[in-house]
């Protein structure tokens, strides 16, 4: 019989593999409509795409930011749980023992 994966760990993956695609197809869509902006501002003469570029950019970089710094604290997240866990159980055996 094959080693089944706990459904919190296949569900966690899950999660953090939608936040990546997110991510990812958001910075595409930038990159071909900047492009596709890009293009019409230097053949229309007006050059309007830069404060898109700008704007949309810094938002970009926001998403990115929030993406992949809350995959990286998902660790420290469960880390502080265990220690906070082991704490509580600690206190929990000294209030018994004082009895």
Sequence with gaps: MRDRIPDSIE????????????????????????????????????????????????????????TFVGLQSEGLRERMLRQEIERMRRESENEGGKK
């Design 11 to 66: 569900a966690r993956a899950h999660r953090r593999v939608r936040r990546k695609l997110g991510f990812y197809k958001h910075a595409m869509v930038f990159v071909l409509v900047n492009l596709g902006l890009y293009l019409i501002s230097e053949f229309s003469g007006r050059h309007f795409s830069r404060t898109v570029l700008l704007g949309w950019g810094f938002g970009l970089l926001i998403h990115g930011v929030v």
